[in-house]
């Protein structure tokens, strides 16, 4: 028997869920630096950057500090790409959540409850997307650090994908990002299928490969 329960969101959720989101978005940011890191153009800047120093300064200490301080300015750029997205999302559905989400048709939000405590929430809302009328489209699923491993991710999602088969709809999307890497292996394994890729509207976006991941479960009946 599972220790965690899915029900609908309420009130007193608020200040949790958005802490849960905040917390679940912001901690793909070491991974994506390292997928930054891992870039050919990225590391062709470093080493140029790193022998251009030695050739004018001749000193190796100088070289490595100079290294040091732009990998410190790619962390807390990357990091900022992920700020952004959650001062964006903060401020706009996450702010009324009970107005956006639990008052309109064909949107809605979930929570998972593991003694009397909120430990996962999702959402489910139309899509938005070209082709997509019929579809409903998951977003803001995170489970805390501490139940993950539980099944619980798993439940959030067959719990959209019922909503959307309840309506009638033909297929379930969401889109993610490559620092959340442990994520895309739980879509494929629900049958999930990889769409196409998009990047982030922000000026660093695309240096540093912050993309966003479409992907479409069929809903077969």
């Excluded at 991974?31 to 000193?59: C, D, E, M, N, Y």
């Excluded at 909120?118 to 805390?144: D, F, K, Q, T």
Aim: hydrophobic share 45%; net charge positive.
């Amino acid at each position: 028997m599972s220790d965690y329960t899915i029900r609908l969101y309420k009130d007193c959720d608020y200040d949790i869920v958005r802490e849960l989101f905040a917390e679940g978005t912001l901690e793909h940011t070491r991974v994506a630096f390292k997928h930054g890191l891992s870039l050919t153009h990225i590391r062709i800047f470093l080493l140029a950057l790193f022998l251009v120093t030695f050739f004018i300064t001749g000193s190796l200490t100088i070289s490595f500090i100079v290294l040091l301080l732009v990998f410190t300015a790619m962390w807390f750029g990357t990091r900022d790409l992920y700020d952004h997205y959650v001062r964006h999302s903060l401020a706009n559905d996450m702010l009324d959540i009970q107005k956006f989400y639990m008052q309109r048709d064909g949107y809605c939000f979930w929570v998972a409850e593991s003694l009397g405590k909120v430990v996962g929430m999702v959402v489910a809302i139309p899509s938005a997307h070209p082709g997509g009328e019929n579809h409903i489209e998951l977003r803001r699923m995170s489970v805390a650090e501490s139940h993950r491993g539980r099944g619980i991710a798993k439940a959030l999602c067959r719990t959209v994908i019922d909503f959307a088969r309840q309506r009638g709809c033909s297929a379930v999307v969401l889109e993610t990002t490559l620092g959340h890497q442990a994520a895309h292996g739980l879509y494929k394994g629900m049958g999930f299928k990889w769409q196409h890729s998009t990047f982030l509207k922000h000026p660093l976006a695309k240096y540093v490969d912050f993309k966003f991941l479409f992907y479409k479960y069929d809903i077969t009946t």
